[in-house]
């Protein structure tokens, strides 16, 4: 699939589309309060997270689980970060980025009727997309996303 240290685990064919339940095979995460490099896993979220789609599915989910850590020196608790998705993102990178690239040949209420979103969904990845590209450049994550 192109996520770097992700790896598809088994996958669900349903009418709606495809749900590939993807594991990431890293045993730590780096607190980003202290910085911390921490191995203490605090719970387990799944979520399933819009991507592009794949072969002749028109949909298609990955089922991700952003692990939670406990840090071993600040106690705080914090969950991982994904490259290929930003904090409270219900969609990967890519996917956006190729939603944004219809908008930009049509509308946000064409593109939402035909991905099956809203619109205010569409317009949040306008923006996302568009704060992360601002932003890529000087290494620093925009504000409200890491």
């Given amino acids: 699939m192109g996520l770097p240290g992700i790896d598809v685990e088994s996958y669900s064919v349903l009418e709606a589309g495809l749900i590939l339940d993807v594991e990431t095979h890293t045993e730590s995460a780096c607190c980003p309060r202290c910085g911390?490099?921490?191995?203490?896993?605090h719970q387990n979220h799944w979520?399933?997270?819009?991507?592009?789609?794949?072969?002749?599915?028109?949909?298609?989910?990955?089922?991700?689980?952003r692990r939670q850590f406990k840090c071993a020196v600040c106690g705080k608790p914090f969950s991982e970060d994904?490259?290929?998705?930003?904090?409270?993102?219900?969609?990967?990178?890519?996917?956006?980025?190729s939603v944004v690239r219809q908008v930009i040949h049509s509308d946000t209420v064409n593109v939402a009727r035909q991905q099956g979103l809203s619109e205010d969904i569409v317009w949040s990845m306008v923006e996302y997309v568009s704060a992360k590209k601002l932003h890529r450049g000087n290494g620093t994550p925009p504000s409200g996303h890491r």
């Fill in 47 to 65: 979520h399933l997270v819009r991507h592009l789609p794949i072969s002749h599915y028109r949909q298609t989910w990955l089922c991700v689980n």
């Fill in 36 to 41: 911390t490099v921490n191995r203490h896993l």
């Fill in 82 to 97: 994904f490259d290929f998705m930003g904090a409270r993102r219900s969609y990967s990178d890519r996917y956006a980025e």
